[in-house]
């Protein structure tokens, strides 16, 4: 994840301010780094999908429409909100809610923005496989559409096995609990680190040769089977390998839900 400038949380998780500043990024899956995004999940339609897959770029506006952000301040009054909420004493989130939309706006999408053709977002990245995703944003391209060229372009730079692992991880994740996920992210991460090579090819290409050329294996879409992916969701076949088991909260669910 990449997260700029501008963005604050409160100590209660409930909200999440953002700016001018902001920008987002989740460029993961295109450097073959593999793991469980379980709040794309939650995202509206199928944004999720789009943004995991392509690792596409948002600002602060963008960030407030599809629900990654819950409140949007400008900037140049962020240093008066921290010092209402430093005032503050109290742990209501009412109050809390109140206070930061004294300073909050509504700001509008750029035109450029993808959030505006979400409805071209859950044609395409509602298709079955990754390959059928290309192929119907492709049928878009001549529409002049810059976000979509972009895309397809991210898209067939990424590791193929990767896409095809996210794209599988972040359907399952819908229906599931945050516990559920956190476990299948676990699964996904320790198969890729002791199996996979993407994930290590990608580190050597974008952090130490900085050459952002990597050879990923396999190397294309259609060399990727179902078996190979569905190995990242199976327990390591390994005896000194534990599976994730998360400690048990009586004042708690297990199938928590995110706050989007």
């Known amino acids: 994840m990449v997260m700029g400038a501008g963005c604050v949380i409160s100590v209660h998780g409930r909200f999440r301010v953002v700016t001018d500043k902001t920008v987002f990024a989740m460029p993961e899956i295109g450097m ?3 793991g469980d995004f379980f709040f794309l999940s939650r995202l509206p339609g199928f944004f999720g999908a789009y943004l995991g897959l392509t690792g596409a770029w948002l600002d602060g506006a963008e960030m407030l429409a599809c629900g990654l952000a819950t409140h949007f301040v400008p900037s140049i009054k962020l240093r008066l909100l921290n010092e209402a909420l430093d005032k503050m004493n109290t742990s209501d989130p009412a109050i809390i809610s109140a206070v930061i939309d004294e300073f909050s706006e509504q700001p509008p999408l750029k035109q450029r923005s993808a959030y505006h053709r979400l409805d071209i977002i859950n044609k395409c990245f509602s298709e079955r496989t990754v390959e059928n995703i290309i192929s119907a944003l492709l049928e878009y391209v001549k529409g002049g559409d810059p976000w979509i060229a972009e895309a397809v372009e991210s898209m067939k730079k990424a590791s193929p096995i990767a896409l095809k692992v996210f794209l599988k991880s ?4 819908r229906p599931q609990g945050l516990g559920q996920c956190i476990i299948r992210g676990y699964r996904i991460s320790c198969y890729g680190l ?8 990608g580190y050597r ?15 294309r879409l259609e060399l990727v089977t179902d078996e190979m992916v569905d190995r990242y969701f199976s327990k390591v076949d390994d005896d000194e390998w534990e599976d994730l088991v998360l400690p048990s909260r009586s004042n708690s669910s297990t199938s928590v839900k995110a706050k989007l």
């Open 32 to 34: 073959g780094i593999l």
């Open 205 to 219: 290409a974008y952090y130490l040769r900085k050459d952002r050329t990597p050879r990923w294996e396999p190397s």
């Open 170 to 173: 972040i359907r399952e994740g």
């Open 194 to 201: 002791q199996v996979g090579q993407d994930m290590f090819e």
